[in-house]
């Protein structure tokens, strides 16, 4: 676990740091691959019951439970700005591909298009969020990581839990 | 070093709790060598934690109180400065405590005048220690003997001159900051101990073991999923139908129960932990005001979840200590009442049906009610015909009202109008109950029902939309279907949907609404009537499935700002639902019911009594099932239609010789044809004739009349009528909305003729209203007053030979008003009678003492009337 604190440290802070391999796990949002920092992963799983909650923000989706335990399910692609998928109709019966994160004592669920694999990538190939970002995304993000066919955009998990951080403008 | 140091605060936290309490107790009690034992040990032990941290400051203090309770427990006698100065020791020690809380390290200070005095009140007792020797030289083993030892080798023996004698006095006479009970008691011989010490008594801790709260909530959470997880499994094995699974299933499922409530327990604390402070406080309280006062308390080991005794503890203080500063009289008052002059507050805990019930009881001046109904009109929170019309019970709820006050003067303690709301409020918000019975000058009763843990609640799984919800129990009230066209339907004003619930509207809020799946069309349903504090409201559910004990979880704090939701739960098949918050849907509904025209049944019940009363039942309308008291009907009759006749809009009937005012209740059709009941009714001179459709029966019951919101016209309130709630007519309503002109030129012509005979002093609307008619129709003259200032008005015009005075209200005021009547001029020929409305032989027997004639119940119209004839001849003799 202390290694874990050390990966979110480094995610979320320093482009540069003292290790040289990172390690993500990768999800999909339509055609982007985005990263997420594993030691901030703790399940992946998939389910297909959900409570909803009405009045809720709309990035919260509802509530799942996972093992005994009460989950807020966040849905990604609405934090990220993009229009829900119809796989993540608020109607609750489809199946939904979910990454449990711990966050500040509460358990949340990124809902996510699919989930890919683990990849260690090298420091070297890590970059900042380019300037020209949606400025959503900027707030988001810590940085691009380039890979050989495509861009793995690393997500800021703290950023992306803290709701009242509004998104678009 | 913080662990430790984390340690040592918990603990020490705790044992001085225990000597604030062990200390006043031993007060009451000098000669309980036990409890000085017990002090000297946890006094000893603090002393010994703080000098192995190396915290020298609390090390001194505490070193310098451990030597006064020594001398104590070595058979000094024990003063009341002394045990003030150690309990000044134990405050200081736990201000130093809270702040080596906070910065972890103690804090700079001086504690000499604290240790000196300490040390001198220690000089002089042990002083006094030595002198008892010299006195029994003979009996060289004293009553004593380990007292006589240490005294004898305690220290360097001084010769105690008469002038050093007099020097201690002196310098341990009670400083000018010392409370009027700080006297020294140096003459006072101390009685040494009634068992000798031994060495085995030494006294063992209880067996328990400090357990952070985080690991009992995780084992909670553990044992939840394993009920979630056996459910699943019971589930398969139904389906298979193997055998072989089911013992050991079974065993499981057992083992997961008995470790559920294992670990439920862990959470219980006994209530004694809320009230550990009380004592200390009530000591304090009653030095500070001249008050004495005992404190009384029951079943401290009645146990409740931690949560739950966090949330009461204020409440609870705030109540006791309200208690003594307003309820308890000072105590020449209190001897003057014919009271002890030792006040007593009560504190009692209990166990019932599932939940926790406390009492606070006093035995002080009781709440003074008239002066509640008239803040509570001078705030503006009723009118004055509403008050008129609550009894006391009803008003003596103001005090639960925010802001309210009744106390003229705020001192430190209480009286800022901050107070009982804050306890309700408290209340409510763990689902509580809470009430008050106040007798004047006798003393109040709050009861606080609670449930035993907020962890675990019982609750209505109810299904809206798509999705199912939990709704506590504890605010469901009771369940009605609706149905489009059935009895109980939905209706609309501008949207928003109401039931009419037994002659009352009742604001309704569609759940799947709030889920934004709004502008269903609801129709078919349940509601559910939900009570939170005296506001009724219906949430209406398009099923309703079962009640289920669920396991309360936290609300996400991403979702804690929803209102209408308290938390979630994890249900038997392991879906998550939500939990309604009634508080929170009430908040919704917000002023729709937030104004007091839907009093709700708990409040209004008006406080009459156990008293069976014959009543009328009849129809009117297609589902109005009405009543009034029988007292009141002059005749039951079926008169052809035909015999109806039209005049200037009005149905009239000739009946008796007389045109009588044919008037529906209700929504009764008056008939074209056949046969039409008919109540008739008569006042005075003036008759009646309500049509109904339908006479139904006559009950006896006991009418425990609620009371209906002020615009409901026609209608004084309902009552439970063979098992149905039932309305029961306002006559007063009925007479004048036909006969207005009438009415008032009957009253001044039966004014001008002859002057009343009879005074009826009532307080409540609807009495007044009852009895004036029953007394008319049997031909007395008769005038009212609501109060006895017009009522002695009433009585200067000399003709006034009897007098009905209501005893339910101020029992005293009505005694003290009878006591002056008979003292005035004509008093011996008046006839008092008292009027209740359950008579019982002790209100006959302080009535009679208060020289009334007669003592009658107030629905006993036979006995009213009976008693009134008994005087007619005599007043003829006289005229």
């Known amino acids: 676990m202390r290694l874990d604190q050390t990966d979110r440290g480094l995610a979320a802070a320093a482009p540069v740091g003292a290790f040289d391999s990172l390690d993500y796990v990768t999800v999909m949002i339509g055609d982007q691959t985005l990263g997420l920092p594993i030691g901030r992963v703790h399940d992946v799983f998939i389910t297909n019951r959900i409570t909803l909650v009405p009045r809720a923000p709309s990035e919260i989706v509802g509530l799942l439970n996972l093992?005994?335990?009460?989950?807020?399910?966040?849905?990604?692609?609405?934090?990220?700005?993009?229009?829900?998928?119809?796989?993540?109709?608020?109607?609750?019966?489809?199946?939904?591909?979910?990454?449990?994160?711990?966050?500040?004592?509460e358990a949340y669920a990124l809902i996510v298009d699919a989930v890919g694999e683990v990849m260690r990538l090298d420091q070297s190939t890590f970059e900042t969020t380019p300037v020209h970002l949606d400025r959503n995304w900027a707030a988001l993000t810590t940085g691009v990581h380039r890979l050989d066919d495509r861009l793995l955009v690393i997500l800021d998990v703290d950023a992306i839990l803290r709701l009242d951080l509004q998104a678009a403008a | 070093m913080d662990d430790l140091l984390q340690e040592f605060l918990t603990e020490t936290g705790e044992n001085l709790d225990t000597v604030d309490r062990e200390l006043v107790r031993f007060e009451q009690e000098p000669n309980n060598a036990d409890i000085l034992r017990n002090i000297f040990r946890l006094v000893h032990t603090v002393k010994g934690t703080c000098g192995f941290i190396g915290l020298p400051r609390l090390e001194a203090l505490t070193h310098a109180a451990e030597s006064l309770i020594g001398q104590f427990r070595d058979g000094a006698s024990v003063s009341a400065i002394a045990v003030t100065a150690i309990l000044e020791t134990i405050d200081r020690v736990k201000d130093i405590l809270s702040e080596l809380a906070e910065k972890s390290e103690e804090p700079a200070g001086n504690d000499e005048n604290l240790i000196r005095e300490l040390g001198i009140l220690a000089d002089h007792a042990k002083a006094e220690l030595q002198q008892k020797p010299q006195r029994d030289v003979d009996g060289t083993d004293g009553a004593d003997p380990v007292a006589a030892y240490l005294a004898r080798h305690g220290g360097p023996v001084p010769t105690t001159s008469a002038e050093d004698a007099l020097d201690l006095v002196f310098r341990s006479a009670p400083g000018p900051q010392r409370g009027r009970d700080g006297r020294i008691e140096h003459t006072a011989a101390s009685e040494p101990g009634d068992e000798p010490v031994s060495r085995e008594q030494r006294q063992v801790g209880p067996a328990t073991l400090r357990v952070n709260v985080d690991t009992i909530e995780h084992l909670m959470t553990m044992v939840s999923e394993l009920v979630l997880t056996r459910n699943q499994l019971l589930e398969i094995s139904r389906k298979q139908g193997d055998h072989g699974l089911k013992a050991p299933l079974q065993r499981l499922s057992l083992i997961t129960a008995e470790l559920q409530d294992g670990v439920m327990k862990t959470r219980m604390q006994p209530i004694g932990n809320a009230w550990s402070k009380l004592p200390r406080i009530i000591r304090d309280l009653g030095a500070e005001l001249g008050k004495r006062i005992d404190l009384v308390t029951e079943g401290a080991d009645t146990e409740l979840d931690r949560q739950i005794l966090d949330m009461i503890k204020d409440p609870l203080m705030h109540m006791v200590r309200n208690c003594a500063d307003h309820a308890i009289e000072a105590p020449a008052e209190r001897?003057?009442?014919?009271?002890?002059?030792?006040?007593?507050?009560?504190?009692?805990?209990?166990?019932?049906?599932?939940?926790?019930?406390?009492?606070?009881?006093?035995?002080?001046?009781?709440?003074?009610?008239?002066?509640?109904?008239?803040?509570?009109?001078?705030?503006?929170?009723?009118?004055?015909?509403?008050?008129?019309?609550?009894?006391?019970?009803?008003?003596?709820?103001?005090?639960?009202?925010?802001?309210?006050?009744?106390?003229?003067?705020?001192?430190?303690?209480?009286?800022?109008?901050?107070?009982?709301?804050?306890?309700?409020?408290?209340?409510?918000?763990?689902?509580?109950?809470?009430?008050?019975?106040?007798?004047?000058?006798?003393g109040t009763t709050i009861t606080i029902k609670i449930p035993l843990t907020l962890a675990i609640v019982a609750a209505l799984i109810v299904v809206a939309g798509e999705q199912r919800f939990a709704i506590p129990q504890i605010v469901v009230r009771e369940l009605v279907r609706v149905k489009a066209g059935a009895e109980h339907r939905i209706e609309?004003?501008?949207?928003?949907?109401?039931?009419?619930?037994?002659?009352?509207?009742?604001?309704?809020?569609?759940?799947?609404?709030?889920?934004?799946?709004?502008?269903?069309?609801?129709?078919?349903?349940?509601?559910?009537?939900?009570?939170?504090?005296?506001?009724?409201?219906?949430?209406?559910?398009?099923?309703?499935?079962?009640?289920?004990?669920?396991?309360?979880?936290?609300?996400?704090?991403?979702?804690?700002?929803?209102?209408?939701?308290?938390?979630?739960?994890?249900?038997?098949?392991?879906?998550?639902?939500?939990?309604?918050?009634?508080?929170?849907?009430?908040?919704?509904?917000?002023?729709a019911t937030s104004g007091e025209a839907f009093l709700s049944e708990a409040a209004a019940v008006a406080a009459t009594a156990a008293e069976k009363t014959t009543v009328l039942v009849f129809k009117s309308g297609p589902d109005g099932v009405r009543a009034v008291p029988l007292s009141l009907v002059t005749r039951l009759e079926e008169i052809d239609a035909g015999e109806f006749q039209t005049g200037s809009g009005r149905i009239l009937l000739h009946y008796r010789n007389r045109l009588v005012p044919v008037v529906p209740v209700g929504e009764t059709q008056i008939r074209a044809d056949g046969l039409q009941p008919l109540v008739i009714i008569s006042e005075g001179e003036l008759t009646v004739a309500l049509a109904v459709d339908a006479i139904v029966d006559i009950v006896d019951e006991v009418l425990d009349i609620e009371m209906a919101p002020g615009q409901d016209r026609g209608i004084i309130g309902s009552a439970m009528i063979r098992g149905r709630a039932t309305d029961i007519i306002d006559l007063a309503y009925y007479l004048p909305m036909q006969e207005r002109g009438w009415r008032h030129a009957g009253y001044e012509r039966a004014d001008a003729s002859a002057p009343a005979q009879i005074l009826l002093v009532e307080p409540s609307d609807f009495l007044r209203d009852m009895l004036t008619p029953v007394l008319k129709a049997s031909g007395h003259r008769i005038a009212v007053a609501s109060s006895f200032e017009p009522a002695r008005h009433r009585m200067a015009d000399g003709a006034i030979t009897t007098v009905l005075i209501d005893i339910d209200g101020d029992i005293e005021s009505a005694f003290a008003f009878a006591a002056d009547l008979r003292d005035g001029p004509n008093g011996g020929r008046l006839r008092l009678i008292g009027m209740t409305t359950l008579v019982t032989p002790d209100l006959h027997m302080r009535a009679s003492q208060a020289r009334l004639d007669e003592v009658v119940a107030k629905f006993d119209r036979r006995a009213l009337l009976s008693e009134l004839a008994e005087r007619r001849p005599g007043l003829k003799e006289a005229a």
């Open chain 2, 492 to 591: 609309e004003i501008n949207g928003a949907p109401i039931l009419r619930l037994r002659g009352r509207l009742l604001p309704i809020i569609a759940l799947a609404g709030l889920m934004g799946a709004d502008d269903s069309p609801h129709e078919d349903g349940f509601i559910v009537v939900t009570q939170i504090g005296e506001r009724q409201f219906g949430i209406l559910v398009d099923g309703v499935f079962h009640t289920e004990e669920i396991v309360v979880k936290p609300m996400s704090s991403k979702l804690r700002h929803i209102p209408i939701f308290s938390g979630n739960t994890i249900l038997g098949d392991g879906a998550v639902v939500l939990i309604v918050d009634p508080n929170g849907v009430a908040g919704l509904v917000g002023a």
């Open chain 2, 335 to 442: 001897l003057a009442a014919g009271k002890p002059e030792h006040g007593m507050i009560r504190v009692a805990a209990y166990h019932e049906g599932g939940s926790v019930t406390i009492a606070v009881t006093d035995d002080g001046r009781g709440l003074d009610i008239e002066r509640i109904r008239r803040k509570a009109i001078q705030q503006g929170l009723a009118t004055e015909a509403e008050i008129g019309r609550m009894s006391d019970a009803q008003a003596s709820r103001f005090i639960f009202h925010p802001g309210f006050s009744t106390a003229d003067s705020i001192t430190a303690i209480s009286g800022r109008g901050v107070g009982m709301d804050v306890v309700k409020a408290n209340v409510d918000a763990i689902g509580g109950l809470i009430d008050i019975v106040s007798k004047r000058g006798l």
């Open chain 1, 67 to 105: 093992r005994g335990r009460v989950v807020t399910a966040i849905c990604l692609r609405r934090r990220l700005g993009r229009p829900a998928t119809a796989r993540q109709d608020r109607e609750g019966k489809t199946e939904l591909v979910a990454v449990g994160i711990d966050h500040e004592g």
